[in-house]
């Protein structure tokens, strides 16, 4: 019922920023809390900041807070990550995830459409 497919990507130098948008198909788009999680290499995957159906209200890891902002634009059926002042250790593959819950849950299993990824890379 619902599609995500993400993008935005890429190579960037610490301190540098990135955008990251996850396009959504699907009428209900706006009824699903949508997250960002993140894996790197030999990790699990961990939540980053998430985001109910109105973008007033928002949640993040202590790791990015300060950093990283999540924005969804119903109209457009798209959510925004917007990431400044990036650290190697945000390397990752970043993914976005619906919840047909409503709600933002930092555990993974708690989403039930998932993006296929998109590549995120720090350099020091």
């Known amino acids: 019922q619902v599609q995500l497919v993400e993008s935005g990507g890429g190579l960037v130098q610490a301190g540098g920023s990135l955008r990251l948008s996850c396009a959504a198909s699907?009428?209900?788009?706006?009824?699903?809390?949508i997250s960002w999680f993140r894996q790197a290499p030999g990790k699990e995957r961990e939540f980053v900041i998430g985001?109910?159906?109105?973008?007033?209200?928002?949640y993040s890891a202590d790791s990015v807070k300060g950093r990283f902002t999540i924005s969804r634009d119903n109209t457009k059926n798209t959510v925004y990550l917007q990431m400044n002042s990036l650290k190697p250790e945000d390397t990752a593959v970043y993914y976005c995830?619906?919840?047909?819950?409503?709600?933002?849950?930092?555990?993974?299993?708690?989403?039930?459409?998932w993006g296929q990824g998109t590549q995120v890379t720090v350099s020091s």
């Open positions: 985001v109910i159906r109105s973008s007033e209200t928002t």
């Open positions: 699907g009428r209900t788009f706006s009824r699903y809390a």
């Open positions: 995830a619906a919840s047909s819950g409503f709600l933002v849950s930092r555990n993974s299993r708690n989403y039930d459409y």
